[in-house]
């Protein structure tokens, strides 16, 4: 009887990049010691992804911290809040990556119970996430101006858009 041969090559093709998006994911929420502003995180760089991506991956609550310019008393009501939706985030990201490396590193076909599974792990996932930002907007509008509110909460939806594009980029679709 002949062996079936493995696909671990292309396996381990797939698993380095992998990592790297999972890492930038996991950098992108957790959070970072605040950083004086510097040229580059001026607010017009918000709309260039590389340069939001750079910015956040070096300090992410600097970044935050230089695009609102808050007062102190703005500054002492929004921090508890930003750091609880950071751990939030950093807890859902963890669970993520166990679902997908359960994708990544089987070794065999993926069954209709595995996939089915997966999925249910995924949506259970961003469900989380979406009633992690509906409790951080509304405790960020009664903290903060409005428009500040508002400037937050674009520029956290723009973070998790690079990091949705860094994992979408890397994990490959189930055959």
Same mark, same amino acid.
């Given at each position: 009887? %002949?062996k079936?041969? +493995?696909?671990?090559? #292309? *396996? +381990?093709?797939l698993?380095?990049p992998?990592?790297?998006a999972? &890492?930038?994911?996991?950098?992108? #929420?957790?959070?970072m010691?605040a950083a004086q502003e510097?040229?580059q $995180?001026?607010?017009?760089?918000?709309?260039? !992804? %590389?340069a939001?991506r750079a910015?956040?991956?070096?300090?992410k609550?600097?970044?935050? #911290?230089? !695009?609102?310019?808050? &007062?102190?008393?703005?500054a002492? +009501?929004?921090?508890p809040?930003?750091d609880?939706?950071q751990r939030? *985030?950093?807890?859902?990201s963890?669970?993520r990556?166990?679902?997908l490396?359960g994708?990544?590193?089987?070794?065999? =076909?993926?069954?209709n119970?595995a996939?089915k599974? *997966?999925?249910?792990?995924? !949506?259970?996932?961003?469900?989380?996430?979406?009633?992690?930002?509906?409790?951080?907007?509304?405790?960020?509008?009664?903290?903060?101006p409005? &428009?500040k509110a508002?400037?937050?909460? %674009?520029?956290?939806?723009? /973070?998790q858009?690079? +990091?949705?594009y860094?994992?979408?980029s &890397? =994990?490959p679709? /189930? $055959?």
């Amino acid at each position: 009887m %002949q062996k079936v041969p +493995r696909r671990q090559p #292309a *396996l +381990r093709a797939l698993i380095h990049p992998l990592i790297a998006a999972i &890492t930038i994911a996991i950098a992108l #929420a957790a959070p970072m010691s605040a950083a004086q502003e510097s040229a580059q $995180h001026k607010a017009g760089d918000v709309t260039d !992804m %590389q340069a939001l991506r750079a910015a956040v991956k070096a300090d992410k609550r600097g970044y935050v #911290a230089s !695009m609102l310019s808050l &007062t102190s008393a703005e500054a002492t +009501r929004f921090w508890p809040i930003y750091d609880a939706f950071q751990r939030n *985030l950093e807890t859902n990201s963890r669970r993520r990556i166990v679902a997908l490396e359960g994708l990544l590193f089987r070794d065999k =076909v993926m069954t209709n119970l595995a996939a089915k599974s *997966l999925v249910t792990e995924l !949506m259970a996932i961003d469900e989380a996430e979406v009633k992690a930002r509906h409790r951080l907007r509304n405790r960020v509008m009664r903290a903060l101006p409005p &428009t500040k509110a508002a400037r937050y909460l %674009q520029l956290e939806d723009k /973070i998790q858009a690079v +990091r949705d594009y860094d994992i979408a980029s &890397t =994990v490959p679709l /189930i $055959h």
